[in-house]
């Protein structure tokens, strides 16, 4: 239970911390669920030069540290958690990178689209491109993007249908054009058996 947390209390150790209470309440913010008599044996262990340093954490690939990112805080694991933190450690910019996102799913969850403003202007106001260019695409279709924020329509049920139509053509290997699709979708089921094998 503790090992996920043995490189930061390791870290935090070498740095001259060796007061195991409060390395314990340190790491329970982070999401350890373990006993502080766990994280007082490791730190005695520490100080007597018993047990040798624990690995590092790999470094997350990129695919990883945006899935981190976009993933809700309260659902993150400990180890988890960590790794985020290790990946904001090593680039700032990604601790306000973070900030946003955060802020921009709060808006989409919550419905307060009148909050879109001053998060398009506080994103502009920072040194982060990528993320400036989507805060001005926003602008580009404000008002729909506006009323995605802020009503509780949703076009899910059409892009559904759409994706779902797509699945259907992509089954036939490219053989199925839109005339397949539309006698597959209104055919009679005796009839359906002619329709495959004409994709064939």
Same mark, same amino acid.
């Given at each position: 239970?503790? &090992?996920?947390?043995? #490189?930061?209390?390791?870290?935090?150790?070498?740095?001259?911390?060796?007061?195991?209470?409060?390395?314990?309440?340190?790491?329970?913010?982070?999401?350890?669920?373990?006993?502080?008599?766990?994280?007082?044996?490791?730190?005695?262990?520490?100080?007597?030069?018993?047990?040798? #340093?624990?690995?590092?954490?790999?470094?997350?690939? #990129?695919?990883?540290?945006?899935?981190? /990112?976009?993933?809700?805080?309260?659902? /993150?694991?400990?180890?988890?958690?960590?790794?985020?933190?290790?990946?904001?450690?090593?680039?700032?910019?990604?601790?306000?990178?973070?900030?946003?996102?955060?802020?921009?799913?709060?808006?989409?969850?919550?419905?307060?689209?009148?909050?879109? #403003? &001053?998060?398009?202007?506080?994103?502009?106001?920072?040194?982060?491109?990528?993320?400036?260019?989507?805060? &001005?695409? /926003?602008?580009?279709?404000?008002?729909?993007?506006?009323?995605?924020?802020?009503?509780?329509?949703?076009?899910?049920?059409?892009?559904?249908?759409?994706?779902?139509?797509?699945?259907?053509?992509?089954?036939?290997?490219?053989?199925?054009?839109?005339?397949?699709?539309?006698?597959?979708?209104?055919?009679?089921?005796?009839?359906?058996?002619?329709?495959?094998?004409?994709?064939?």
């Amino acid at each position: 239970m503790l &090992d996920a947390f043995k #490189p930061y209390l390791y870290e935090q150790f070498t740095q001259g911390q060796h007061n195991a209470l409060h390395l314990y309440r340190q790491i329970r913010q982070q999401g350890y669920t373990g006993s502080s008599s766990t994280v007082g044996l490791y730190v005695h262990l520490l100080k007597r030069g018993i047990t040798p #340093p624990p690995p590092p954490r790999p470094i997350p690939a #990129p695919r990883t540290a945006a899935a981190l /990112l976009l993933t809700r805080p309260d659902r /993150l694991q400990p180890e988890q958690t960590l790794s985020l933190n290790d990946v904001q450690a090593a680039c700032p910019h990604l601790t306000t990178t973070t900030q946003h996102i955060r802020a921009f799913a709060a808006m989409l969850t919550n419905l307060t689209g009148h909050h879109l #403003p &001053d998060w398009i202007n506080t994103v502009r106001n920072d040194d982060l491109p990528h993320l400036r260019q989507f805060a &001005d695409g /926003l602008r580009t279709d404000y008002n729909a993007v506006l009323a995605g924020l802020s009503t509780p329509w949703s076009s899910g049920q059409v892009e559904g249908q759409n994706t779902r139509a797509k699945l259907v053509k992509r089954i036939g290997y490219g053989r199925a054009n839109f005339d397949l699709l539309r006698n597959a979708s209104f055919c009679a089921p005796d009839n359906r058996h002619k329709i495959s094998d004409r994709a064939r």
